[in-house]
């Protein structure tokens, strides 16, 4: 299951990144460029405590 969020949330990233290269001067989309990375971060911790 983490797997498959792991996955979801790194397609997310992906996408944010690309609306950010489309619109370098977008604040909203480099916050959620942000918040997704963010999430990233904490799905790929606690998978490496389990």
């Keep these: 299951m983490m797997s498959e969020e792991i996955h979801t949330q790194g397609l997310l990233v992906v996408d944010r990144f690309q609306a950010c290269a489309a619109a ?3 604040l909203e989309a480099a ?3 942000d918040a997704a990375l963010a999430r ?3 799905l790929l911790r606690a998978a490496g405590e389990s």
Aim: charge should be negative; proline fraction near 11%.
């Design 24 to 26: 370098p001067d977008d």
């Design 31 to 33: 916050r959620l460029c």
């Design 40 to 42: 990233l971060d904490e």
